[in-house]
């Protein structure tokens, strides 16, 4: 996009909207991202609601949400803004570090979640890494999931998993593996000799064949197939 009568190009900037009951937290927020150059908070939400009306209406890219609030939950708008036609990647943003709600937050489809005691460079850096589409976990969340996969799966969770893979071709079930182990879209390029892009372009039909919405997701259900 130029700028009118200079013909320069300007930055693309990530539009964020911050979702939370705490006016206190969305102001501090709010002046934190409102100083960085290639981020702008295009609205605020008091409820998961209104998060609804504010994917709608100003079609952030990254939402932070919060977990506790009124009417909605975080959990449940996660859910219900996953299903819009122009879907934001979210961050679930907290002061509740419970394990139930690092995996209920992931298995929602969020792609972060970070707990609010957060510096801001992390959150701001977090912000960044999601709106490439890298998900993002606290030291915390990471034990947690770590320790959700290492967990044994039950043998429906199981044979469950292992029915949505035999869904994938060949190469697909190779970057799924991928995906579990944690590797990033450059190293499995690198590891099975393909470009970055088809590698994206892999991992976008993933998504559509597994029912999941981020990454996360793609390797708790190859854990659970016990492949990883």
């Known amino acids: 996009m130029s700028s009118p009568g200079t013909g320069s190009e300007s930055p693309v900037k ?10 206190l937290v969305r102001s ?29 209406t100003s079609a952030p890219d990254v939402v932070l949400m919060d ?7 975080g959990l449940e708008a996660t859910r219900r803004v996953l299903t819009e036609s122009r ?40 912000i960044r890494a999601v709106a490439s589409g890298e998900p993002i976990l606290s030291p915390k969340a990471t034990r947690t999931l770590i320790t959700r996969l290492r967990a044994e799966p039950t043998g429906e969770r199981a044979a469950a998993a ?8 060949e190469r697909e079930h190779e970057v799924a593996l991928a995906v579990g182990r944690g590797l990033s879209n450059a190293e499995i ?36 197939a016990g492949l990883v």
């Open 87 to 126: 879907s934001p990647r979210v961050i679930v943003l907290t002061t509740f570090g419970a394990d139930e709600y690092v995996v209920d937050a992931l298995a929602a489809g969020a792609d972060g979640f970070l707990l609010k005691d957060t510096p801001p460079p992390e959150i701001v850096a977090a």
């Open 28 to 56: 501090a927020l709010g002046l934190m991202l409102g100083g960085q150059a290639d981020i702008e908070v295009v609205g605020e939400a008091t409820d998961g609601q209104e998060a609804l009306t504010l994917v709608r």
């Open 67 to 73: 977990i506790r609030m009124p009417r909605i939950n």
């Open 162 to 169: 292992s029915r949505r893979l035999e869904a994938l071709t």
């Open 189 to 224: 390029a690198k590891e099975l000799y393909l470009s970055i892009p088809t590698v994206k372009a892999h991992v976008s039909r993933l998504f559509d064949k597994l029912g999941a919405t981020n990454r996360v997701q793609i390797a708790i259900t190859v854990h659970d």
């Open 14 to 23: 990530i539009k964020v909207g911050i979702v939370d009951d705490d006016p």
